[in-house]
């Protein structure tokens, strides 16, 4: 069997009977490894999924290896199947997964590029469009911020936690380095983990070990009195979140957190299927006993996740329905959070401030993805009100110069984060030793 009559047999065997079955996927994408793959080569996905222990795939014979993608442009995990179909015999072996495949451990398909490459695609129907990332560095100025007295201590924990920049986690990263910077919170309190070492702030790449290091510092540094902030982005499953080339447990990121001090916790995660941390499902339903991050008694966090349990999350997708798809740049439920920091009519009630339920409810508002019905991000307050929680530590002013028709500048916009009513003197402490 050459290369051309795999791929018949797979788009009738298995394309055609998911289309055509009740609640067919709204895109579909095949992609067929260019070579043929020798006998005794190892097929598995490139992550479990929690629940099924799914066993790897040995030809014993050459064969052919394709990627059935249920959501082409969803970030992972999503409903994916792997299938091989043996040169000799034309036995075919379908595995049910949401991840791309590894051969012999090499991940193939892993990143967008690899996904849109035409050489693979033997099969598409289109779903929702990836728009080409872009890089970002700012958002506000510094130069139109001024500060009062301080009543207590910003932290920041931010996470860009996989290497692909088509997929944008690196830009919801960037951005919310961009706004903390902006209204002020020095690097001393900014522990910033990427792959991309170049970027910004960063002061770690991203594995496990330093992720748990970046909390860590913040454990050991932050008072009861302090707010943190700790910032997710990258792919993700059913309680867990992709780390580089391995993944951090919900249970195991709950514990990290748990050792945190402080006043509030605002918990922000761009990946798929992020609301299983909370127990949160799309059709509305909390499943307490599933909850890690607020389910076990915690009384100073706020969560917002780009998806519920159930759903995918999603990059920058475009289009006519798109309330700000010429403006936004990373993810479509997440990416909207940050830039209702500079962008004065997610100031709802026109206090001069922005809080964290107006920032999300501007997310919710320009997220796409969640108009057209593909996913539902989720909120939960863990003993907190959104209303009341202010991502910041201080006052500050931040002025939007935007001339109007007339030439007028536009008037200032306050975003402002208050953590008390008494002065807390404390001292910047020195930047810690970052090195990897």
């Not at 069997?1 to 998911?18: C, I, T, Y």
């Not at 969803?74 to 000799?88: E, G, N, R, S, T």
């Not at 913040?218 to 302090?226: C, G, I, L, N």
């Not at 997440?334 to 009630?349: E, P, Q, T």
Request: some cysteine.
């Amino acid at each position: 069997m050459n290369k051309l009559e795999a791929s018949k047999q797979v788009r009738g065997s298995v394309v055609e009977p998911l289309l055509a079955k009740p609640g067919a996927p709204k895109g579909l994408r095949v992609l067929q490894y260019q070579d043929s793959l020798p006998q005794g080569t190892r097929i598995e996905p490139a992550f479990e999924v929690k629940g099924r222990k799914t066993a790897p795939i040995i030809t014993k014979n050459p064969s052919w290896l394709f990627m059935v993608d249920e959501a082409p442009g969803a970030h992972f995990a999503h409903p994916v199947k792997l299938v091989v179909v043996d040169a000799k015999t034309r036995e075919q072996q379908v595995v049910e997964t949401e991840w791309w495949p590894k051969v012999d451990n090499r991940p193939v398909f892993e990143s967008v590029s690899a996904r849109l490459n035409p050489a693979s695609i033997v099969y598409s129907k289109p779903g929702l469009a990836y728009k080409k990332a872009q890089a970002l560095t700012r958002l506000g100025d510094p130069a139109n911020i001024s500060f009062s007295d301080t009543l207590c201590n910003n932290w920041a924990v931010i996470v860009c936690g996989y290497d692909d920049l088509s997929d944008t986690f690196h830009v919801d990263a960037n951005a919310i380095y961009s706004v903390l910077k902006s209204l002020g919170v020095d690097d001393s309190r900014i522990f910033y983990t990427s792959p991309h070492a170049g970027h910004p702030g960063v002061d770690r790449p991203t594995t496990v070990a330093n992720v748990q290091w970046a909390i860590g510092q913040v454990a050991s540094r932050a008072r009861t009195t302090d707010k943190v902030l700790f910032f997710y982005s990258s792919h993700g499953s059913v309680d867990g979140l992709v780390c580089g080339g391995s993944s951090i447990p919900a249970s195991s990121l709950a514990g990290w957190l748990n050792a945190i001090r402080g006043k509030e916790m605002a918990v922000i995660v761009e990946a798929c299927h992020s609301g299983s941390l909370i127990g949160k499902y799309r059709d509305g339903r909390y499943i307490a006993s599933e909850d890690d991050l607020t389910g076990h008694g915690e009384t100073n966090r706020i969560v917002f996740t780009s998806a519920s349990t159930d759903t995918s999350s999603y990059g920058d997708v475009d289009g006519s329905d798109d309330p700000n798809g010429a403006s936004d740049l990373g993810s479509e439920s997440i990416y909207g959070f940050m830039m209702a920091y500079s962008v004065a009519s997610a100031d709802r009630n026109h206090d001069g401030r922005v809080s964290f339920a107006e920032a999300y409810q501007y997310a919710w508002d320009n997220d796409v993805t969640r108009i057209r019905g593909d996913n539902v991000p989720q909120l939960k307050e863990g003993g907190l009100n959104k209303d009341a929680v202010f991502v910041q530590c201080q006052y500050s002013r931040l002025a939007e110069r935007r001339a109007g028709s007339r030439g007028r500048a536009a008037p200032a916009f306050a975003v402002s984060w208050g953590c008390g009513n008494r002065l807390i003197p404390a001292a910047l402490p020195s930047r810690p030793d970052r090195s990897p």
